[in-house]
């Protein structure tokens, strides 16, 4: 099972940036996945999941508004698309899945991917 993430990069305040998640190995079309960060010196962080079908989504309070999280490819590519990006977004990302997008939520995630880094400088 692996889940590969990719679209990381340097961006300024402001920019936007889109991250993208593919599932090998099994299919999680009925699986919760999403996205989880960690900066420097803190610890993980839940950041947005999403439902197999994509109907239900969850965020975390700072990025609500300026992030959206979407499913793909039959539910089995999971996409983080974040506008508005802060220098305080700046982190490693990674990709998440779990039975559920409300486990995801609750900081469970039984699944992981490589990180991405997200840099956004002032």
């Known amino acids: 099972v692996q889940l590969q993430a990719s679209g990381g990069g340097l961006v300024q305040a402001g920019d936007s940036l889109t991250l993208s998640c593919s599932a090998s190995?099994?299919?999680?079309?009925?699986?919760?996945m999403g996205w989880f960060r960690q900066a420097p010196g803190m610890e993980r962080q839940f950041v947005a999941a999403?439902?197999?079908?994509?109907?239900?989504?969850y965020y975390e309070d700072s990025v609500k508004g300026r992030f959206t999280v979407s499913r793909h490819n039959a539910g089995n590519t999971v996409k983080l698309q974040m506008n508005s990006l802060k220098p305080e977004d700046t982190a490693v990302y990674y990709c998440?899945?779990?039975?559920?997008?409300?486990?995801?939520?609750?900081?469970?995630?039984?699944?992981w991917g490589q990180g991405t880094q997200v840099t956004v400088s002032s």
């Open positions: 999403a439902s197999g079908s994509g109907a239900i989504t």
């Open positions: 190995g099994r299919t999680f079309s009925t699986f919760g």
């Open positions: 998440t899945a779990s039975l559920t997008a409300d486990r995801l939520r609750t900081g469970i995630a039984d699944y």
